[in-house]
């Protein structure tokens, strides 16, 4: 709403303005009188902004008015009701910070006027994590999702929604991505975020007792406790993952990247941060550094069978 107000002068500044005046203009030596410049509306534009991305910014425009209606030039002051939303700079520049709402004041003395800005994400990049995966029939996985607006910056709290191109092969959970293995079989997942969406190739896989000793150690052995990286005493983060040492240094154990997270958590594999690591999503979680094992490989199959041990328990066995 557009606020002008008006200024009344006081008897005895009305006084002393006219004395100026008379005393500026009687005699002739030259040198006419200067008035004050005095601002009497101030107006901003546009009215309102929205921005779809953190980082995106905007030059806003002011106008500045006497009484007669001209345009004076006076210093403005500018002001964020939430600069966790919104900020201005000195110069009128509009930055987006955080989704919300926010009011953009602009004052010239007592004049204010005042804008409204709008941030609110759209996703305009989504990539899932892996693209593709295999998946034991009857076991339930998910898969992870990162999402970037415009500018790049991440969309922690999108709304994603999700769908199967072949239920009777994988059924998924619309609202939360969980992933149900039907038929053996194959199925593309989708997940969608506003306009952005991408799919991940599925294959379910048969059902199989996966047992550490059996199925899970021997992946680890061959893959990823060879010389120079998971072995012995020099293995990063002391995660020695050769036989006889892999079960002691991962089940229960708190990652070194994602402290928050065990890098292997019993009946929780999208909490444990070597599944993420070996899928390649580490840096979703909030991990780093590169997917394991580094310059070699694990397959679909072999993650999707220490999916199936970690939750049946995780257990020594």
């Not at 600069?83 to 509009?94: D, F």
């Not at 305009?124 to 999402?147: G, Y």
């Not at 590169?290 to 939750?311: H, K």
Request: aromatic share 4%; proline share 5%.
């Amino acid at each position: 709403m557009r606020r002008i107000h008006v200024r009344t002068l006081s008897p005895v500044i009305a006084l002393l303005l006219s004395v100026t005046v008379l005393a500026c203009g009687d005699g002739g030596g030259g040198g006419g009188s200067t008035e004050p410049v005095v601002p009497a509306s101030i107006t901003v534009t546009p009215e309102s902004v929205t921005f779809s991305s953190l980082g995106e910014t905007r030059q806003l425009s002011w106008s500045v008015l006497d009484a007669a209606g001209s345009p004076v030039n006076v210093p403005v002051g500018w002001a964020s009701s939430n600069t966790s939303v919104a900020t201005v700079s000195t110069g009128g520049v509009l930055s987006a910070v955080g989704d919300g709402t926010a009011t953009i004041t602009v004052a010239a003395d007592e004049f204010v006027d005042s804008m409204e800005v709008t941030v609110a994400q759209m996703a305009a990049a989504l990539v899932v994590l892996p693209s593709s995966l295999s998946l034991m029939a009857t076991l339930t996985d998910r898969i992870s999702v990162h999402i970037e607006d415009a500018q790049g910056n991440a969309m922690l709290n999108a709304t994603v929604a999700w769908g199967s191109d072949n239920p009777a092969v994988a059924t998924i959970d619309a609202a939360t991505g969980d992933i149900t293995g039907g038929a053996v079989g194959t199925a593309t997942i989708t997940a969608t975020s506003g306009t952005a969406s991408s799919d991940v190739a599925l294959s379910v896989i048969p059902l199989a007792t996966a047992t550490f000793s059996g199925s899970v150690e021997p992946i680890f052995t061959m893959t990823c406790a060879r010389a120079g990286c998971h072995t012995g005493g020099s293995a990063p983060n002391g995660m020695d993952l050769s036989a006889g040492n892999a079960y002691s240094n991962t089940v229960d154990v708190a990652s070194t990247d994602v402290p928050a997270m065990e890098r292997v958590s019993p009946n929780a594999p999208l909490e444990s941060y070597l599944v993420h690591k070996l899928r390649g999503s580490q840096a979703v979680v909030g991990g780093a550094g590169s997917r394991m094992p580094l310059g070699g490989s694990v397959s679909n199959d072999e993650i999707a069978a220490i999916v199936a041990w970690i939750l049946s328990g995780a257990a020594n066995n």
